[in-house]
């Protein structure tokens, strides 16, 4: 029998990974990155990319925010709430999930 | 053309028109082709190269049933070894052992399995294949136990409308992680069938309530795609995303076309693979050309604000329904053709309680190569 699933909600403890089938690639016909999962292509925007690509596994949702405010030079609780949505979002979707 | 052109991004491959299957609902067209005529593997792995070179990221191996395409893993290293994201879409019945297991080595990216019905009974009804659903499951589980994502594909129409629910509960009991209702679309031999597929209109509402409900509950769990009855809504489809605008198909003998079922249109003429570029297919082809952008709407599609939301909707359709594959999608609510659209949804009574298979079975023309009605 299958186990109970349930909807995931990201906190800031949480680590995040794209799963295997979720592929970022740089389309140097294009010149951007995509993100490619089963029947849809994904086009993420500059700070989308950045978060994604720290999606390691490993990186808790805390550590990346923080690494997004020194590099771009913000503060930590104003960039927190969007980036906790933004995940939240992709989780959702299945495009990440929970390690 | 006003915009310019843009490169493809997406292609359906219908490797084969071979199929187990022999469902009344197939978009394939009547004519179908047989092993004789399809491109050999050399063919298919020059075009999927020039795909690649062109910009396309993502490719939906299909048919008819692609496993029965012998070359089909050696067709996935190609695409793979460029990158390029491969959906094998299957009906996942005479797979043989170990080939799942030989794709997923070969780089496969993930699968989508066909579901006929969600009952035993209904899934041989509608497939007309004994034991569908249990070969169907097993697939499913070698599926995932491959370490491979997947998507159940449930085409919906009267016989199967009723299983909404236990379509979602089978699409969780089998590990996928995304499920795709979809209403039919009449082309193919789903036109042909269209009164005996038709489903009632209290049946499309009840449909609509389960999956929004479903698709709430199971958020983060269980992604729902709903493919709505496009002759039940109020704007068409944008079919392809726009005519020729950024996706392409190609038949089993190496036609390029502007979508799978465009060959119903008898005006246009379609170019082989072999005998002509990818790219200059793309670029050049007439049939390509012929509905690509705004500029060869008619009203009201023409000062119409969604003009590049539905892109006119399906050609097919204003072909098959209007005589005119450049009007307006008849099922627009803008569309002069649109009463004959509402009667053909208002003649379609309420669906029986239980159905006799006999008769379901005697009003289906299934679909077979040589087994096209004449017109």
Redesign the interface.
Known sequence: ??AV????VVTRRSRLVL???V?M?Y?P??QAW?V????R?FWPNEIGLEILRRCDGKTSVRAIIAALALEFDAEEEEISEDVIAFLQEW????LLRFS | MSDPLLPPIAMLAELTHRCPLQCPYCSNPLELMKANREMDTAGWLDLFEQAADMGVLQVHLSGGEPTLRRDLEEIVRKLSSRAVYTNLITAGVGIAEGRIEALAEAGLDHVQLSLQGARPETADLVSNYKGALAKKVETARRVRAAGLPLTVNAPVHRHNIGEVEQFIELALSLDAERLEIANVQYSGWALVNRAALMPSYSAVEREIEIVEEARERLKGVLNIDFVPPDYFATYPKPCMGGWARDAFAVAPDGTVLPCHAAQTIPSLTFERFGDKSLADIWADSPAFNAFRGTDWMQEPCRSCERREIDWGGCRCQAMAIAGDAAATDPVCVKSPFRESILALVQDAQPEPESEKTGSAAESFKYRRIGAAPVT
């Open positions: 029998m299958q699933q349930e909807r995931a799963p295997k089938h592929r690639r389309d016909l294009r995509a490619l999962s089963p029947e292509i989780a959702d979707n299945l």
